[in-house]
């Protein structure tokens, strides 16, 4: 049986939810669990006076029930086990997650999976900026996992990425895989003009008919290599929505981002480029 | 021009205006019946900007739209900010480094968020010098040297008149002593502006091909080869274009990106960066700089004063232990419009007024500088004195040179700085304050 969690509070402040974890509520009584102090605004206050606390935690499994967008840091440094959120919820969503589970029945706010190096986050609905990006201050995006979307996302998806994989099931804003080091991005939907700029290292898959790239980035033919099956593969098996009858095709394969590495390919359907010269 | 002024009126030489980020420190105003009735060597402009000194006749302070007193007023607004959960101090790039200091220690008080300002306008370029790093100058600098000024996307002529005469392009430079006879303009921008007018060459581009037109510059400059036709396509505008662009960069002895400070939008902050990278590379091979115009405000200071007293430079939550620093979640747009707060100090009036649609449920404490209404979503409004005219204090120049603001004029209402402190002293001694 699962533990729930479901928020009674009519407040709109920030809630930091951050601690609130599987691996860290198991080991505790009910009574206890109430106590955990969550951060509301600028005060400390009893996790129970925020949310109803039933079940428990025998299955590993712990669930956010209802909307709430202010409840932020959701499965933040999550190690192992399951959290369920269902309804729309706040940032930082499994930030610095290592290990374990999310799964958002609804959309995510910004900053999804934030600084994550492992584990998996899939979403039913739409994410914010940022999803997948680096801590303030640092350079680095994701280090590893898997973060699935079928919704669209907002600015910067991706951006600093260095390993690990990100599918987004529509579309996606600018910034998309911006600096990005490493790693691996599939886009089913319209993405805003100039994905990659500054990238690496790393593939970006965009599945989109009308794809503008930068002028630094260039042609180098069009194949079917053993990855994209491979990867085809991995998205069938993580039921994320996107459409790999694609990967069964020749797809292009543009370098770039020239005035970084240029070491990093961005794969676009034949002929999803306005002008099929650029070289 | 020197004007004839009546007998009685006063001189106060090397005033500073805040009509622009200029922030020209050469103006002699003159004072007579309570009021400046000229400004000296300020362009017109600059004369608006000191003629504007208001009336200081209306109240000092309102509560819920009522004139009341000073010292109830203090009271009030300790009592609102001291019960915030969420409180958030704003506005600071209205008013001088000492207010701001003050300001940032009510937010720590408080404990609450603290941001610059309203309009998110210095977000981008604060992102892009601290991902990039960033090559810059002094203003003097710019005049004693550069030989080639590019004026990306700005219109110095009619925002910041005096730009070009006391920093840029018509001076007379130590290094450049036949001033704009041995300097180049240039200019890419959407229209034909007052800048363009005067432009040794001009590039006419679309907004939205802003990045194709950096990438292009850059690579050029890296010395990679394009397609003409995906150049062409991108930008719309020729490689050659371009190509003859990137030599006059290049042929530059030092040479000065003007741009402004940015939007808060994801492509404005990829393009600020992108500025800070081109003047990067283009400092591999010539002497570059880059340059944002700025405005009258203090953002510059607000820039300052957060980073020596937090150690990040905007978007600072102080509602934790250590300070936080959150660019993507804190800064005063966003918790405006997400309704994350539940009571905001706004040193700004106008943005307190902007705010209106999205502060349902927060409490809003506000100082304005003008004979402005009450501001009619506002608990507690002061009226302080304004800044430059009728009260002193320090401003941040963009390119962070300190200049000292003098007052010219009596004022019943206390500078900011002055009302701010007692706003400090009520919370830290008022009852309660104690626990926080
Ligand atoms: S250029 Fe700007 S700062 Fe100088 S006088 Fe004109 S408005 Fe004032």
Not at chain 2, 314 to 341: I, K, N
Request: net charge negative; with cysteine.
């Amino acid at each position: 049986m699962p533990l729930a969690l479901r928020f009674t509070s009519a407040s709109q402040l920030p809630l930091e939810l951050d601690g609130i974890l599987p691996e860290r509520v198991q080991a505790l009584s009910q009574g206890a669990i109430e106590k955990l102090l969550i951060r509301h605004g600028n005060r400390l206050e009893p996790l129970a006076e925020h949310f109803a606390i039933s079940g428990s935690i025998d299955d590993g499994t712990l669930i956010f029930e209802s909307a709430m967008p202010s409840g932020h840091g959701i499965g933040t440094g999550m190690t192992a086990g399951v959290i369920r959120v269902v309804g729309h919820a706040g940032r930082r969503i499994g930030a610095q997650m290592r290990g374990g589970r999310i799964e958002v029945e609804g959309s995510a706010g910004d900053l999804l999976g934030q600084g994550m190096s492992g584990g998996r986050i899939a979403v039913t609905g739409d994410a914010g900026d940022h999803v997948a990006g680096p801590l303030p201050g640092s350079r680095r995006g994701m280090t590893g996992g898997v973060i699935t979307i079928a919704g669209s996302v907002g600015a910067f998806a991706a951006a600093g990425m260095r390993r690990g994989l990100v599918a987004i099931g529509q579309s996606a804003g600018a910034g998309l895989g911006y600096r990005m080091i490493a790693g691996t991005l599939v886009v089913q939907g319209p993405c805003a003009p100039n994905p990659g700029l500054e990238m690496k290292r790393g593939s970006i898959v965009l599945l989109d008919r009308a794809i503008e790239l930068a002028p630094t980035f260039r042609k180098a033919g069009a194949f079917r290599p053993v990855f994209l099956r491979l990867l085809a593969r991995e998205l069938a098996s993580l039921n994320a929505t996107i459409d790999i009858r694609a990967f069964g095709m020749p797809l292009d394969l543009f370098h770039g981002d020239l005035l970084t590495l240029g070491k990093g390919e961005i794969w676009t359907r034949a002929g999803a480029l306005a002008s099929e010269t650029q070289a | 021009m020197p004007q004839a002024h009546r007998l009685d009126a006063e001189q106060h030489p090397d005033s500073v205006c805040l009509g622009c980020g200029c922030l020209c420190d050469d103006i002699t105003a003159v004072v007579a019946d309570g009021r400046v009735v000229a400004a000296e060597h300020a362009c017109a402009r600059g004369e608006a900007w000191f003629a504007a000194s208001s009336e200081d006749a209306s109240p000092e302070c309102w509560i819920d739209g009522q004139p009341a007193a000073i010292d109830d007023g203090l009271d009030h607004a300790a009592a609102i900010l001291r019960n915030a959960r969420s409180p958030l101090v704003t506005g600071l790039d209205a008013v001088c480094v000492e207010a701001q200091r003050i300001a940032v220690a009510i937010a720590d008080r408080i404990r609450g968020f603290v941001d610059a300002g309203g309009l998110g306008a210095h977000e981008s370029s604060i992102h892009a010098a601290l991902e990039v790093g960033s090559v810059g100058c002094t203003l003097g600098e710019i005049r004693h040297r550069a030989d080639l000024v590019l004026a990306w996307f700005v219109d110095p002529v009619a925002t910041h008149p005096r730009f070009f005469e006391r920093y840029g392009v018509d001076a007379i430079g130590e290094f450049v002593p036949r001033g704009r006879a041995d300097r180049r303009l240039c200019v890419i921008d959407e229209h034909e502006t007052a800048t363009a007018a005067q432009s040794d060459h001009l590039l006419l581009l679309k907004r939205d091909r802003r990045l194709a037109a950096l990438w292009t510059v850059r690579a050029i400059v890296a010395g990679l080869s394009l397609d003409p036709h995906t150049v062409a396509r991108l930008t719309g505008v020729s490689l050659e274009q371009w190509n003859t662009l990137a030599r006059l960069l290049l042929d530059a002895r030092y040479g000065v990106i003007l741009h402004d400070a940015g939007a808060a939008d994801a492509e404005a902050s990829i393009e600020s960066a992108a500025i800070l990278h081109l003047v990067r590379v283009l400092s591999e091979r010539t002497r570059f700089v880059a340059a944002a115009l700025g405005s009258g405000n203090n953002a510059k200071g607000a820039e300052q004063v957060l980073l020596w007293s937090t150690g990040y430079p905007a978007a600072v939550d102080l509602r934790g232990a250590v300070p936080a620093y959150q660019p993507q979640e804190a800064t005063t747009s966003r918790l405006l419009d997400r309704g994350e707060v539940d009571a905001v100090l706004s040193l700004e009036g106008r943005l307190a007024l902007d705010s209106i649609e999205t502060s349902a449920g927060c409490s809003i404490v506000a100082l304005v500088e003008d004979d402005l209404d009450p501001v009619p979503n506002a608990q507690v409004v002061f009226r302080v004195a304004r800044l430059g005219t009728h009260a002193g204090g320090t401003v941040f120049r963009s390119d962070g040179v300190p200049i000292p603001a003098r007052a010219v004029l009596p004022s019943h209402a206390p500078a900011a700085q002055e009302l701010i402190a007692l706003l400090l002293d009520r919370l830290e001694h008022a009852p309660g304050a104690g626990d926080a």
